[in-house]
């Protein structure tokens, strides 16, 4: 059974950064589709961003998170990371990531076949 484990989420003041971990146990990242999803209580989960597998080179953002995060990889620690910059209020959420086949990634749901179990992302004064 694939299993992806997110770390690294916390309370932080608005305007403050945080950088989420993905890793695995399973097969290398590198070679699949990795997105981050957020869920907000009450809401929907929603794509924040997405990463293509191997050099494709092909990245995908949300409009409310475009300039603010970056996905990014490393290879040898088989992780991926999600780096949040100037956080506001309304990124507070549990924060997913998961794990998908496919040429080129989408921030859609149903293209992700093994997820995490989420880590808290508090924005608080």
């Known amino acids: 059974q694939v299993q992806l484990v997110e770390s690294g989420g916390g309370l932080v003041q608005p305007g403050e950064s945080l950088r989420l971990s993905c890793t695995t146990s399973?097969?290398?990242?590198?070679?699949?589709?990795v997105g981050w999803f957020r869920q907000a209580p009450g809401k929907e989960r929603e794509g924040v961003a997405c990463?293509?597998?191997?050099?494709?080179?092909?990245?995908v953002y949300a409009d409310s998170v475009k300039g603010r995060f970056t996905i990014s990889r490393d290879t040898p620690k088989n992780t991926v990371y999600l780096s949040m910059t100037r956080l506001e209020p309304e990124d507070t959420a549990i924060y997913y990531c998961?794990?998908?086949?496919?040429?080129?990634?989408?921030?859609?749901?149903?293209?992700?076949?093994?997820w995490g179990s989420g880590t808290q992302v508090t924005v608080s004064s």
């Open positions: 990463m293509s597998a191997r050099d494709s080179g092909r990245l």
């Open positions: 399973g097969p290398n990242l590198y070679h699949y589709n």
């Open positions: 998961a794990r998908a086949n496919g040429r080129e990634c989408q921030i859609r749901r149903d293209e992700y076949a093994f």
